[in-house]
């Protein structure tokens, strides 16, 4: 087909000659193999560094859906819940309301149930309860984010630590071979830069996941300080109905 078209060719332009067509043919070929050049083949060049990027990738993913699930479910809270156990301290059913704690799914309630255990005792000690629980549900929702936080930092540094050594062994085959080639100096440092951008788009990618988990953080803790605020308002003023 090719050739049936470059024969239609020189017969309409004779100033078309056999070598430029076959100059023309030979850049077609180069494009055809550029567009077939893929992302995986380019990340295939990075060598053995792309590796460890890749599992660092993999754990920031699995651990950002895990945190991702639990936060979302510690920082739930059905808006009937407090409303249930005002109800309940002021028929005087303190036990009740304690059970109804136990059997809620909402890791809140762990606080109105620490709460509830000490009413009789002095307001400030059920505010020191509260809080001590408090700090026990962030510390679980805060659990293993750290190393969210330490792959976005890791990740660019094996992506620059690989172009290092890939800088290195492409001077050190230049030396071996006792003569500058442009094309070999070029091909070694391009295909050794994608360890610096796969690196750095990781620790990007993993940042941004961080950041997400912190705000639900954030979020959840105001959530369960404004719950605690309203419970004690309650404890304070049991006979206002």
Not at 200 to 205: A, K, R
């Given at each position: 087909?090719?050739?049936?078209?470059?024969?239609?060719?020189?017969?309409?332009?004779?100033?078309?000659?056999?070598?430029?067509?076959?100059?023309?043919?030979?850049?077609?070929?180069?494009?055809?193999?550029?567009?077939?050049?893929?992302?995986?083949?380019?990340?295939?060049?990075?060598?053995?560094?792309?590796?460890?990027?890749?599992?660092?990738?993999?754990?920031?993913?699995?651990?950002?859906?895990?945190?991702?699930?639990?936060?979302?479910?510690?920082?739930?809270?059905?808006?009937?819940?407090?409303?249930?156990?005002?109800?309940?301290?002021?028929?005087?059913?303190?036990?009740?309301?304690?059970?109804?704690?136990?059997?809620?799914?909402?890791?809140?309630?762990?606080?109105?149930?620490?709460?509830?255990?000490?009413?009789?005792?002095?307001?400030?000690?059920?505010?020191?309860?509260?809080?001590?629980?408090?700090?026990?549900?962030?510390?679980?929702?805060?659990?293993?984010?750290?190393?969210?936080?330490?792959?976005?930092?890791?990740?660019?540094?094996?992506?620059?630590?690989?172009?290092?050594?890939?800088?290195?062994?492409?001077?050190?085959?230049?030396?071996?071979?006792?003569?500058?080639?442009?094309?070999?100096?070029?091909?070694?440092?391009?295909?050794?830069?994608?360890?610096?951008a796969t690196g750095?788009?990781?620790?990007?990618?993993a940042y941004f996941?961080?950041?997400?988990?912190?705000?639900?953080?954030?979020?959840?803790?105001?959530?369960?300080?404004?719950?605690?605020?309203?419970?004690?308002?309650?404890?304070?003023?049991?006979?206002?109905?």
């Open positions: 087909m090719l050739a049936t078209l470059n024969s239609i060719l020189l017969q309409a332009n004779p100033s078309i000659t056999p070598d430029s067509v076959a100059t023309n043919n030979g850049l077609n070929n180069v494009h055809a193999s550029d567009a077939s050049f893929t992302i995986i083949d380019l990340l295939m060049k990075g060598g053995w560094v792309m590796i460890p990027i890749a599992v660092l990738f993999a754990v920031s993913v699995f651990m950002f859906i895990e945190r991702y699930l639990y936060i979302s479910k510690a920082a739930k809270l059905d808006s009937n819940f407090l409303f249930t156990i005002k109800e309940m301290l002021y028929s005087g059913n303190v036990q009740g309301a304690i059970n109804y704690c136990k059997t809620s799914r909402f890791p809140i309630a762990k606080l109105l149930e620490k709460g509830l255990t000490r009413i009789g005792s002095p307001i400030r000690d059920i505010e020191n309860a509260i809080e001590n629980t408090a700090r026990v549900e962030i510390y679980n929702m805060e659990k293993n984010l750290g190393i969210l936080n330490a792959i976005a930092r890791i990740a660019p540094m094996f992506g620059f630590l690989g172009t290092v050594t890939g800088m290195i062994r492409t001077f050190h085959n230049i030396s071996i071979a006792n003569k500058i080639d442009i094309s070999t100096i070029a091909g070694g440092i391009y295909e050794k830069m994608v360890t610096s750095l788009i990781v620790g990007i990618i996941l961080y950041t997400i988990l912190t705000a639900m953080i954030d979020r959840g803790v105001n959530k369960m300080e404004m719950t605690a605020i309203d419970f004690l308002d309650i404890l304070h003023k049991p006979a206002s109905k």
